[in-house]
């Protein structure tokens, strides 16, 4: 991936605490591979659908709300079409605006992450189908070893 976002000139920038956001999470090593997955693939596709040369970044922030661990991916890209909000999640679907990027796909990321996060518990929401574009991973707190405190809290 870091390929094409040097090719199209983006950047990625992650405003997660890597130290205490994801380490108190007790996934096994086949949920740490769900969850890998499903960030690539929503981060592939703000990379694929966000032009070259973008004034914002694609950005990946993480929070804790209620009973909820919640990433975010917000990027520039085309955007959502009015109407196709559910149907960018179905297997093999994209939206009708997606020629308008110019990539070759076949409708499976978005698929793929939200099969995986229903298997962890969880869901993939699109929050905002344009300018920005954000999808929200949402995990159960239930996955959680410790109680979270916050950043910088002592454990």
């Known amino acids: 991936m870091s390929f094409f ?6 950047e990625v ?6 130290v205490s956001f994801p380490s108190y999470l007790a996934l096994s090593r086949v949920e740490i591979a769900m969850l890998r997955s ?3 693939n929503i981060v592939d596709n703000a990379v694929k659908y966000t032009p070259p040369g973008a004034k914002h970044p694609i950005t990946v922030t993480g929070e804790v709300k209620g009973e ?7 990027n520039w890209g085309i955007g959502v079409p009015p109407g196709e909000e559910s149907l960018i999640f179905e297997k093999e679907k994209q ?10 796909g076949h409708g499976m990321g978005l698929y ?5 996060a229903e298997r962890l518990q969880g869901r993939v929401e699109l929050v905002r189908s344009h300018e920005p574009t954000v999808f929200a991973v949402k995990l159960p707190m239930s996955l959680a070893r410790y109680e979270y405190r916050g950043a910088g809290s002592e454990r």
């Open 68 to 74: 909820w661990v919640i990433i975010k991916v917000a």
């Open 95 to 104: 939206g009708s605006n997606a020629h308008l990027a110019a990539v070759s």
């Open 112 to 116: 793929i992450a939200s099969v995986f």
């Open 5 to 10: 976002l040097r090719q199209k000139g983006l």
């Open 13 to 18: 920038v992650r405003e997660l605490d890597p």
């Open 38 to 40: 499903i960030c690539f």
